[in-house]
Protein backbone atom coordinates (compact mmCIF):
# COMPACT_ATOMS: atom_id res chain seq x y z
CA UNK A 1 0.00 0.00 0.00
CA UNK A 2 1.04 3.40 -1.19
CA UNK A 3 0.09 5.45 1.73
CA UNK A 4 0.59 7.25 5.17
CA UNK A 5 -0.60 5.80 8.81
CA UNK A 6 -2.25 8.52 10.73
CA UNK A 7 -3.82 7.55 13.76
CA UNK A 8 -4.01 3.87 13.26
CA UNK A 9 -5.57 4.37 9.83
CA UNK A 10 -4.23 4.34 6.17
CA UNK A 11 -4.30 7.10 3.77
CA UNK A 12 -3.48 6.87 -0.06
CA UNK A 13 -0.60 9.05 -1.76
CA UNK A 14 0.78 9.52 -5.38
CA UNK A 15 2.68 5.93 -6.53
CA UNK A 16 5.92 8.30 -7.53
CA UNK A 17 5.89 9.66 -3.53
CA UNK A 18 6.38 6.17 -2.08
CA UNK A 19 9.65 6.12 0.04
CA UNK A 20 9.84 9.54 0.62
CA UNK A 21 9.79 11.84 3.73
CA UNK A 22 6.33 13.39 3.75
CA UNK A 23 4.71 15.67 6.67
CA UNK A 24 0.88 15.64 7.71
CA UNK A 25 -1.15 18.63 8.44
CA UNK A 26 -4.30 17.57 10.40
CA UNK A 27 -7.54 19.28 11.08
CA UNK A 28 -10.84 18.07 12.49
CA UNK A 29 -12.08 16.70 9.08
CA UNK A 30 -9.36 16.61 6.52
CA UNK A 31 -5.74 14.99 6.57
CA UNK A 32 -3.32 16.53 4.25
CA UNK A 33 -0.30 14.79 2.93
CA UNK A 34 2.84 17.73 2.43
CA UNK A 35 6.39 16.79 0.61
CA UNK A 36 8.69 18.82 -0.57
CA UNK A 37 6.44 21.99 0.18
CA UNK A 38 3.97 21.01 -1.68
CA UNK A 39 0.32 19.12 -0.64
CA UNK A 40 0.45 15.78 -2.52
CA UNK A 41 -2.65 13.90 -1.03
CA UNK A 42 -5.85 15.03 0.80
CA UNK A 43 -8.42 12.97 1.84
CA UNK A 44 -11.47 13.17 4.60
CA UNK A 45 -9.94 12.18 8.07
CA UNK A 46 -10.97 8.64 9.26
CA UNK A 47 -12.03 8.93 13.18
CA UNK A 48 -12.22 4.57 13.60
CA UNK A 49 -9.57 2.47 13.73
CA UNK A 50 -7.66 0.20 10.78
CA UNK A 51 -9.34 2.33 8.41
CA UNK A 52 -8.55 2.87 4.74
CA UNK A 53 -8.67 6.38 2.29
CA UNK A 54 -7.67 5.39 -0.56
CA UNK A 55 -7.80 7.77 -3.93
CA UNK A 56 -7.67 5.51 -6.88
CA UNK A 57 -5.84 8.03 -9.03
CA UNK A 58 -2.55 7.40 -6.82
CA UNK A 59 -2.58 4.03 -8.40
CA UNK A 60 -2.93 4.57 -12.17
CA UNK A 61 0.64 4.85 -12.77
CA UNK A 62 1.27 1.91 -11.15
CA UNK A 63 -1.86 0.13 -12.87
CA UNK A 64 -0.57 1.66 -16.08
CA UNK A 65 3.21 0.09 -15.91
CA UNK A 66 0.80 -3.50 -14.92
CA UNK A 67 -0.97 -6.52 -17.56
CA UNK A 68 -3.63 -4.39 -16.61
CA UNK A 69 -5.42 -2.42 -19.40
CA UNK A 70 -4.53 1.10 -18.22
CA UNK A 71 -6.92 2.63 -21.19
CA UNK A 72 -9.72 0.82 -19.20
CA UNK A 73 -8.69 1.84 -15.75
CA UNK A 74 -8.45 5.42 -16.25
CA UNK A 75 -12.04 5.20 -18.28
CA UNK A 76 -13.10 3.70 -15.39
CA UNK A 77 -11.84 6.40 -12.40
CA UNK A 78 -12.44 9.18 -14.73
CA UNK A 79 -16.32 8.14 -15.02
CA UNK A 80 -16.98 7.32 -11.43
CA UNK A 81 -14.91 10.04 -9.89
CA UNK A 82 -17.01 13.46 -9.25
CA UNK A 83 -14.96 16.69 -10.36
CA UNK A 84 -14.67 17.05 -6.06
CA UNK A 85 -14.55 13.70 -5.36
CA UNK A 86 -13.60 13.13 -1.81
CA UNK A 87 -12.13 9.02 -0.35
CA UNK A 88 -14.14 8.17 2.01
CA UNK A 89 -13.02 5.51 4.80
CA UNK A 90 -13.09 1.23 4.63
CA UNK A 91 -12.18 -1.04 7.19
CA UNK A 92 -8.78 -2.42 6.46
CA UNK A 93 -8.70 -5.88 5.78
CA UNK A 94 -6.79 -8.19 8.29
Known amino acids: ML ?6 NRYSIPAHWAN ?10 CVRIVAEAQMIA ?4 CFGRDQLSCDPW ?19 IEATK ?8 FQSPP
Open 42 to 45: EHAR
Open 20 to 29: TVVSVRLTAD
Open 3 to 8: GEFIDR
Open 58 to 76: HYLPILEKSQVQSGMVRRL
Open 82 to 89: PKHWITHC
